[in-house]
């Protein structure tokens, strides 16, 4: 066998230079022998043989990220399982790539296809097994990894066609398939990136489009894009009026974003048209069991100079809202402490009768419909003919102590005395709710409902659930009654705009067995129902979003999900896959945008800042 131990000695350069050395000695002597001139291909003999380098890149400059590729099939199905449409990304591109990123792939006619990023995948340039010893010890000792090996390939989702209809930019369904080796380009005009994704130009902002949790940039300024709900009758009825959800957990940011979102709709310049032709700033009243939101009237110390410019420049109101009235309700000897805002304070009581037209507010724990029945058809009709309308709740349990009135209504048949003494337990127990020492909230509607004007109703400093329940549903069920009636007693709520805002909705509107639960979500789900014609919003903040009523639920257009880790409230507020699997992930401020009347889902991020004071000292 040959030994080739001394193989690594050899040095090509050095013989390589040794030979040219000894040609160019040979050339000399040639020369010196001769009176003619050396030529030109006695030169090309040395040095000058070497090939000439060919580049590897191709000349010019490269335009967008990369090309749809066809090597999985370019295909655009009505079925989109059935649609296969994939591109490769060029190596300096793909490090700023990501999952939900927008592309745009141009037609040869002037028309795009607006695209998004459904999956990234590397695959192998030429076909060998990596999954070796030595390959893994080589990338450990290696500087960094050589791409030039691999194929990154993006898989993308067509979201719509934009096209010029007479210099405006419209979008359409995806008719058609694009170009093999067709350029794409991430999508950095505000006004395709818009139009793509169906979103308005003006409305009530919420946030800025994001993806992946970073803020989607174009080459306009700002650079950032605004999304807004639609807030005008040009393009269907407004939003508010077609009821908002926002749903996220603990620490998420919702009474921040909510905050935020609220105060777009106290912004001087909102008004909505009436039925008699006036347009007419909304009422909003916030039922507040955290006792946060009257702290809108108070400005941010926290809001500066510079960020202030920020909004005006976007158009976003922002600031205190000096029309702020806090209506205590009181309850018992509980007393309520607002050293954090400086809103003024009303306080008020609810009379008991409000029970007359809502029977179900003093039943306090379930009753049957024997029972329900019982209360509604013979004890409260037979007390109102004897105490008439301003009967109070001592009054009523007085009249219900008597045993005469008891074996009278039991020897009739009309109400058999166990079902008596059921009812007649169950309606014990509010003497700290009804008729307390302050005004009733019956006599205060006109200040209650202002436009243009924040009413919060605290409830913090309520330690009975019971008494909580009850407060909300009574002051909620009047304005509600007020909006849905043909003949209203207070024209004041009939004729104002009114955004309803209710936290821990999950508290109220949950889906129960019970005769009173069963009542309040009629209520709630015909208000939902007439809202648009009636002017009424409902404006629900919740944790829990899988304990909503499902019939109120149906009835929202606008779903504003936050962090949630409870895998149930994910599932319950009927997000699209994509962006389900991201709730979790999210940080505080983070949201995702369901709103199909409004856009295609989205992803976004709120203002980092509360546009009012938020937060305790």
Same mark, same amino acid.
């Given at each position: 066998?040959t030994?080739?131990g001394?193989?690594?000695?050899?040095?090509?350069?050095?013989d390589?230079?040794?030979?040219?050395?000894?040609?160019?000695?040979?050339?000399?002597?040639?020369?010196?022998?001769s009176?003619?001139?050396?030529?030109?291909?006695?030169?090309?003999?040395?040095? @000058?043989?070497?090939?000439?380098p060919?580049p590897?890149?191709?000349s010019?400059d490269?335009?967008?990220i990369?090309?749809?590729?066809?090597?999985?099939?370019?295909?655009?199905?009505?079925?989109?399982? /059935?649609t296969?449409?994939?591109?490769?990304?060029?190596?300096g591109?793909?490090?700023?790539?990501?999952?939900?990123?927008y592309?745009?792939?141009?037609?040869?006619d002037?028309?795009?296809?607006?695209?998004r990023?459904?999956g990234?995948?590397?695959a192998q340039?030429?076909h060998?097994?990596?999954?070796?010893?030595?390959h893994?010890?080589r990338?450990m000792?290696?500087?960094?990894?050589?791409?030039?090996?691999?194929k990154f390939?993006?898989t993308?989702?067509p979201?719509a066609?934009l096209?010029?209809?007479?210099?405006?930019?419209?979008?359409?369904?995806?008719?058609?398939v694009?170009?093999?080796?067709?350029?794409?380009?991430q999508a950095?005009?505000t006004?395709a990136i818009?139009?793509?994704?169906?979103?308005?130009?003006?409305?009530?902002?919420?946030?800025?489009l994001s993806?992946?949790?970073?803020?989607v940039?174009?080459?306009?300024?700002?650079?950032?894009?605004?999304y807004?709900?639609?807030?005008?009758y040009?393009?269907?009825?407004?939003l508010?009026?077609?009821h908002?959800?926002?749903?996220?957990g603990?620490?998420?940011?919702?009474?921040?974003g909510?905050?935020?979102?609220?105060?777009?709709?106290?912004?001087?310049?909102?008004t909505?048209?009436m039925a008699?032709?006036?347009?007419?700033?909304p009422?909003?009243v916030?039922?507040?069991?955290?006792?946060?939101y009257?702290?809108?009237?108070?400005?941010?110390?926290?809001?500066?100079?510079?960020?202030?410019?920020?909004?005006?420049?976007?158009?976003?109101?922002?600031?205190?809202v000096?029309?702020t009235?806090?209506?205590?309700?009181?309850?018992?000897?509980?007393?309520?402490?607002?050293?954090h805002?400086?809103a003024?304070?009303?306080?008020?009581t609810i009379p008991f009768?409000?029970?007359?037209?809502?029977p179900?507010?003093?039943?306090g724990?379930g009753? @049957?419909?024997?029972?329900?029945?019982?209360l509604?058809?013979?004890?409260?009709?037979?007390?109102?003919?004897?105490?008439?309308?301003?009967?109070?709740?001592?009054e009523?349990?007085?009249?219900?102590?008597d045993?005469?009135?008891?074996?009278?209504?039991d020897?009739?048949?009309r109400?058999?005395?166990a079902?008596?003494?059921?009812?007649?337990?169950r309606?014990?127990?509010?003497?700290?709710?009804?008729?307390?020492?302050a005004?009733?909230?019956?006599?205060?509607?006109?200040?209650?409902?202002?436009?243009?004007?924040?009413?919060?109703?605290p409830?913090?400093?309520i330690?009975?659930?019971?008494?909580?329940?009850t407060?909300v549903?009574?002051v909620?069920s009047?304005?509600?009654?007020?909006k849905l009636?043909?003949?209203?007693?207070?024209?004041?709520i009939?004729?104002?705009p009114?955004?309803?805002g209710?936290?821990?909705?999950?508290?109220?509107?949950? /889906?129960?067995?019970?005769?009173?639960?069963?009542k309040?979500?009629?209520?709630?789900?015909?208000?939902a129902k007439?809202?648009?014609?009636?002017?009424?919003g409902?404006?629900l903040?919740?944790?829990?979003?899988?304990?909503?009523?499902?019939a109120?639920?149906?009835?929202?257009?606008?779903?504003?999900?936050l962090n949630?880790?409870d895998?149930?409230?994910?599932?319950?507020v009927n997000?699209?896959s994509?962006?389900?699997?991201?709730?979790?992930?999210?940080?505080?401020?983070?949201?995702v945008?369901?709103?199909?009347? @409004?856009?295609e889902?989205?992803?976004?991020?709120?203002?980092?800042k509360?546009?009012?004071?938020?937060?305790?000292?």
């Amino acid at each position: 066998m040959t030994d080739l131990g001394d193989f690594g000695d050899f040095d090509a350069g050095a013989d390589a230079d040794a030979e040219s050395a000894a040609d160019a000695a040979d050339s000399s002597t040639a020369a010196a022998g001769s009176d003619e001139p050396a030529t030109a291909s006695s030169t090309t003999d040395g040095a @000058n043989d070497a090939f000439e380098p060919t580049p590897v890149e191709p000349s010019g400059d490269d335009v967008g990220i990369g090309a749809l590729c066809v090597s999985q099939g370019l295909r655009i199905a009505e079925d989109g399982d /059935d649609t296969t449409l994939q591109a490769y990304i060029t190596r300096g591109n793909r490090s700023s790539i990501r999952i939900g990123s927008y592309l745009l792939a141009p037609y040869p006619d002037g028309e795009t296809l607006f695209c998004r990023i459904t999956g990234l995948e590397y695959a192998q340039q030429y076909h060998a097994d990596d999954a070796t010893e030595i390959h893994a010890r080589r990338a450990m000792r290696s500087d960094g990894i050589d791409e030039s090996d691999y194929k990154f390939v993006a898989t993308l989702e067509p979201v719509a066609v934009l096209y010029d209809d007479d210099g405006d930019l419209k979008r359409r369904m995806t008719d058609r398939v694009p170009k093999p080796q067709t350029v794409i380009r991430q999508a950095d005009d505000t006004e395709a990136i818009k139009t793509g994704l169906k979103m308005p130009d003006d409305g009530v902002f919420l946030g800025h489009l994001s993806v992946g949790g970073e803020k989607v940039r174009t080459a306009a300024t700002p650079p950032t894009i605004d999304y807004r709900l639609k807030d005008d009758y040009d393009a269907g009825d407004p939003l508010v009026f077609r009821h908002t959800l926002i749903a996220g957990g603990t620490g998420s940011g919702k009474t921040h974003g909510a905050k935020n979102i609220l105060r777009q709709y106290l912004a001087d310049e909102r008004t909505y048209p009436m039925a008699d032709g006036r347009a007419v700033q909304p009422a909003v009243v916030q039922f507040d069991p955290q006792d946060e939101y009257a702290q809108m009237h108070d400005d941010n110390p926290e809001l500066d100079g510079d960020f202030a410019r920020r909004l005006e420049r976007e158009g976003i109101a922002y600031g205190g809202v000096s029309d702020t009235t806090a209506f205590v309700p009181k309850v018992g000897s509980a007393s309520y402490a607002a050293g954090h805002h400086r809103a003024k304070q009303v306080e008020f009581t609810i009379p008991f009768s409000m029970v007359h037209d809502n029977p179900w507010l003093v039943a306090g724990s379930g009753l @049957n419909d024997n029972q329900y029945g019982a209360l509604v058809s013979v004890l409260l009709q037979r007390f109102r003919n004897q105490y008439g309308e301003d009967g109070t709740y001592e009054e009523f349990t007085t009249f219900l102590d008597d045993p005469a009135l008891r074996e009278e209504l039991d020897e009739s048949g009309r109400v058999h005395e166990a079902t008596f003494d059921a009812v007649r337990r169950r309606v014990l127990g509010f003497g700290h709710v009804f008729d307390q020492d302050a005004r009733p909230i019956t006599d205060l509607v006109h200040e209650f409902v202002r436009p243009g004007g924040l009413t919060v109703v605290p409830t913090y400093h309520i330690n009975d659930t019971r008494a909580t329940e009850t407060v909300v549903l009574a002051v909620s069920s009047l304005l509600i009654d007020q909006k849905l009636s043909n003949d209203p007693t207070y024209d004041r709520i009939k004729e104002t705009p009114l955004v309803l805002g209710m936290d821990e909705a999950h508290n109220f509107l949950t /889906d129960a067995d019970s005769v009173q639960a069963g009542k309040v979500i009629t209520k709630f789900t015909e208000a939902a129902k007439q809202g648009r014609k009636e002017r009424l919003g409902l404006f629900l903040i919740t944790q829990d979003p899988q304990d909503i009523h499902d019939a109120v639920f149906k009835q929202i257009n606008t779903t504003i999900v936050l962090n949630l880790g409870d895998e149930d409230a994910i599932k319950s507020v009927n997000i699209p896959s994509n962006l389900e699997s991201k709730v979790p992930y999210m940080e505080k401020g983070q949201m995702v945008v369901y709103s199909p009347d @409004n856009s295609e889902p989205v992803e976004l991020i709120g203002l980092p800042k509360c546009l009012t004071r938020h937060g305790r000292d």
